[in-house]
């Protein structure tokens, strides 16, 4: 049981360039979520799916689109990067029963 | 809409010594209560809930208490070691808002032998 994974661990861009952020959940949660962090500012929702086939805006959605690929995968895609998109993404899926959220390690992405 | 207030850091205490971060936060409803920690370079934990008022939530010797007279939920611990070294994030989740966290800054906790 690996809970939630997340690839790549690190990455660099280059402004304009274009990435995938992989995530996978293996406790058949329904929900699953984007966050970025960012030095003093918490967490902060990108986007987020409440079960297979939906998916919905965050607080900071733009720039970004998502893709739920089946129930244990969730995407995060950058189109064109830009410095602005530099931080650590955090991955989550939620236990319906508690509400409590359950993380992956995250991926940190600098944009040159 | 919801928000949560953290004490600032970063709080510096010796081993042994008690531990108090104050989490207040701001709902229209009856939200959900989470602590989460992240060590360095990993992802967030859950530490420990309270769904409802006056509920205590503990864990790995930290408590929070669900205080809804005073919209707070502060962490505890009675004797902080070197392992307990952190940021802690405070974070709620209200059924109107459906299955959203919103969270607070986090406070950096460093605790030195």
């Known amino acids: 049981n690996a809970g939630v994974t997340q690839t790549p661990k690190f990455q660099v861009l280059k402004t304009g360039q274009s990435m995938t952020l992989q995530c996978a959940q293996d406790m058949n949660h329904n929900s699953m979520y984007w966050y970025r962090q960012d030095p003093g500012m918490g967490l902060r929702l990108i986007y987020y799916?409440?079960?297979?086939?939906?998916?919905d805006k965050g607080e900071v959605p733009n720039g970004y689109n998502v893709s739920r690929l089946n129930k244990r995968e969730f995407s995060l895609r950058l189109e064109s990067a830009a410095p602005s998109q530099t931080s650590v993404y955090f991955c989550a899926s939620r236990h319906r029963g508690s509400g409590a959220q359950y993380f992956g390690p995250g991926t940190r992405l600098l944009v040159l | 809409g919801n928000s949560v207030t953290q004490m600032e850091g970063p709080v510096t205490l010796s081993e042994e010594a008690f531990l108090t971060i104050n989490c207040t936060y701001t709902?229209?409803?009856?939200?959900?209560l989470f602590w989460y920690v992240q060590y360095p370079g990993e992802g967030l934990q859950l530490l420990l809930k309270a769904t409802k008022a006056d509920d205590k939530g503990s864990n790995k010797g930290f408590e929070a208490t669900y205080r809804k007279e005073t919209t707070s939920f502060h962490l505890e611990k009675g004797s902080v070691q070197v392992s307990d070294s952190a940021v802690y994030f405070c974070?709620?989740?209200?059924?109107?808002?459906?299955?959203?966290?919103?969270f607070g800054e986090g406070t950096q906790l460093t605790v030195n032998p």
């Open positions: 974070a709620l989740r209200e059924e109107t808002s459906g299955s959203r966290l919103t």
């Open positions: 799916s409440a079960s297979e086939g939906t998916t």
């Open positions: 709902a229209t409803g009856y939200p959900s």
